[in-house]
């Protein structure tokens, strides 16, 4: 079965556009980056999502070369997305604010590829097999138009120099990778605490940090053993708990600073933790960095 691919557009207000096309409405691109039509589409609310093989004949530029348009993926967030174990013609549950797949998240258009046989057991575990079905599957995303990849599990970071060497694109598999930046930042006495799905495979090869001092002040905290953990190794998994999510991350974050009180900063590892990133951060009063920040930063670097 090929793997699913999708095109996640952000809210398209009449107000940015000259044409004032509806949040109901596909806008069209030439190879100028105007607007050159639009397609019609039935939706709910003002978002959607839609399978880019509705619209075939498109090379993988995203040129439709029969009308003269582009659509517009081009120019896109590609995420590499995990096994769900939905049925086959089964609507999947809606993405959670927050989510990176959720259309909200990002002011620029997404588009996602699933893994083939990457569940979160195997990913999170680490299985060198899954990587040429990684590869191939960033390799879609930048033919239909990425121009940054990242993915919804960070235990993705395994195959991080793979993935890189594989694409002529940015890629950022984890926010682990921003830890290297996040201690300089930090005076030598501040630690980092990294909130991580599993905290027993998150071991010191995932981090980056090879000088010992330097991984000394890196605290890490995992919610194994909760109701989301739990969760996301069912087949299919259920729809996302949020609330389950906060009160894992939070009881894990008060435990950690109790241990540390120099715990000045905190990364989460988990793609998942940044639907609970700005009650963390209300709660904690403290800096809170998560995977949508560092596709954000990729993407302003290459747009």
Same mark, same amino acid.
């Given at each position: 079965?090929?793997?699913?691919?999708?095109?996640?557009?952000?809210?398209?207000?009449?107000?940015?556009?000259?044409?004032? %096309?509806?949040?109901?409405?596909?806008?069209?691109?030439?190879?100028?980056?105007?607007?050159?039509?639009?397609?019609?589409?039935?939706?709910?609310?003002?978002?959607?999502?839609?399978?880019?093989?509705?619209?075939?004949?498109?090379?993988?530029?995203?040129?439709?070369?029969?009308?003269?348009?582009?659509?517009?993926?081009?120019?896109?967030?590609?995420?590499?997305?995990?096994?769900?174990? %939905?049925?086959?013609?089964?609507?999947?549950?809606?993405?959670?604010?927050?989510?990176?797949?959720?259309?909200?998240?990002?002011?620029?258009?997404?588009?996602?590829?699933?893994?083939?046989?990457?569940?979160?057991?195997?990913?999170?575990?680490?299985?060198?097999?899954?990587?040429?079905?990684?590869?191939?599957?960033?390799?879609?995303?930048?033919?239909?138009?990425?121009?940054?990849?990242?993915?919804?599990?960070?235990?993705?970071?395994?195959?991080?120099?793979?993935?890189?060497?594989? %694409?002529?694109?940015?890629?950022?598999?984890?926010?682990?990778?921003?830890?290297?930046?996040?201690?300089?930042?930090?005076?030598?006495?501040?630690?980092?605490?990294?909130?991580?799905? #599993?905290?027993?495979? &998150?071991?010191?090869?995932?981090?980056?940090?090879?000088?010992?001092?330097?991984?000394?002040?890196?605290?890490?905290?995992?919610?194994?053993?909760?109701?989301?953990?739990?969760?996301?190794?069912?087949?299919?998994?259920?729809?996302?708990?949020?609330?389950?999510?906060?009160? #894992?991350?939070?009881?894990?974050?008060?435990?950690?600073?109790?241990?540390?009180?120099?715990?000045?900063?905190?990364?989460?590892? &988990?793609?998942?933790?940044?639907?609970?990133?700005?009650?963390?951060?209300?709660?904690?009063?403290?800096? %809170?960095?998560?995977?949508?920040?560092?596709?954000?930063?990729?993407?302003?670097?290459?747009?």
């Amino acid at each position: 079965m090929p793997a699913a691919a999708e095109t996640n557009f952000p809210n398209l207000g009449a107000s940015n556009w000259d044409r004032q %096309v509806g949040a109901k409405q596909l806008p069209l691109f030439n190879d100028r980056g105007a607007i050159a039509g639009c397609f019609s589409l039935p939706t709910s609310g003002a978002e959607f999502r839609l399978d880019q093989r509705l619209f075939e004949r498109i090379s993988p530029e995203g040129a439709d070369y029969s009308s003269g348009m582009t659509l517009h993926s081009s120019r896109s967030l590609g995420i590499l997305t995990l096994e769900r174990g %939905v049925p086959a013609g089964a609507k999947p549950p809606t993405p959670p604010p927050g989510s990176m797949l959720n259309s909200a998240t990002f002011n620029f258009p997404t588009i996602s590829e699933t893994v083939p046989g990457a569940w979160v057991e195997n990913v999170v575990r680490g299985d060198p097999a899954l990587e040429p079905s990684f590869v191939a599957a960033a390799q879609r995303l930048v033919q239909r138009g990425a121009i940054v990849i990242s993915s919804t599990c960070g235990f993705s970071i395994r195959h991080q120099p793979t993935l890189a060497a594989a %694409v002529n694109v940015p890629v950022v598999t984890s926010s682990l990778l921003l830890l290297p930046t996040l201690l300089h930042q930090l005076p030598s006495a501040a630690k980092i605490a990294v909130l991580t799905y #599993d905290s027993t495979h &998150c071991g010191e090869d995932l981090l980056g940090v090879d000088d010992q001092a330097q991984r000394a002040r890196i605290v890490i905290g995992g919610i194994e053993g909760g109701k989301f953990w739990h969760d996301e190794l069912k087949r299919p998994a259920p729809p996302v708990d949020v609330a389950a999510i906060e009160a #894992d991350v939070t009881a894990c974050v008060v435990r950690l600073r109790a241990a540390h009180p120099e715990i000045a900063a905190i990364l989460l590892e &988990c793609a998942g933790f940044p639907m609970v990133a700005l009650a963390v951060r209300r709660m904690a009063k403290l800096p %809170v960095y998560d995977i949508t920040d560092l596709c954000r930063m990729a993407m302003a670097s290459v747009s």
